[in-house]
């Protein structure tokens, strides 16, 4: 049995699709940070077969959680306060993402000048559709190599 202790401020990111753990991890900017984090993969899910699962302990407001509902909308967030359960919520889309999906059309400025952040908009929240803001181009969560 796997027991990962609890934390007492922060939060469990719970019921992401298995194998998408490291991605948030990277996308959140977890890997900058010198927080603790537990990152278990694969875990048994009588709802799903498998999950993966992040606990990240820090201040609650110290992680923007925006880009969450972009790369996996059926996540739970569980903000934990004092070793406890304090709300449990599901993410919504961002209006803009930054610097988390790279725009794939060769002719886009954003791929010609390096500078320049990859920036994409929510132009469909009914179907999860973002849209360079530089070109147009369009994005959902299921285009492959879209999520750096």
């Excluded at 004092?82 to 803009?96: A, F, T, V």
Aim: aromatic residues 6%; proline residues 3%; hydrophobic residues 35%.
């Amino acid at each position: 049995m796997l027991n990962v202790g609890k934390i007492e401020e922060g939060y469990v990111l719970d019921h992401i699709k298995a194998g998408r753990a490291m991605i948030l991890y990277h996308n959140l900017g977890l890997d900058k940070k010198d927080w603790s984090v537990a990152i278990i993969t694969n875990a048994r899910s009588e709802a799903m077969g498998k999950k993966d699962i992040l606990k990240v302990e820090c201040k609650i407001e110290d992680l923007d959680l925006d880009v969450l509902a972009f790369i996996d909308h059926d996540i739970t967030i569980n903000v934990i306060k004092d070793g406890e359960i304090i709300e449990k919520k599901q993410p919504e889309l961002p209006q803009e993402i930054r610097g988390v999906i790279r725009c794939a059309n060769p002719r886009c400025i954003s791929n010609a000048e390096p500078q320049l952040p990859h920036i994409f908009y929510l132009s469909d929240k009914n179907r999860g559709i973002y849209r360079c803001r530089y070109c147009d181009e369009k994005y959902t969560e299921t285009d492959n190599g879209a999520i750096r």
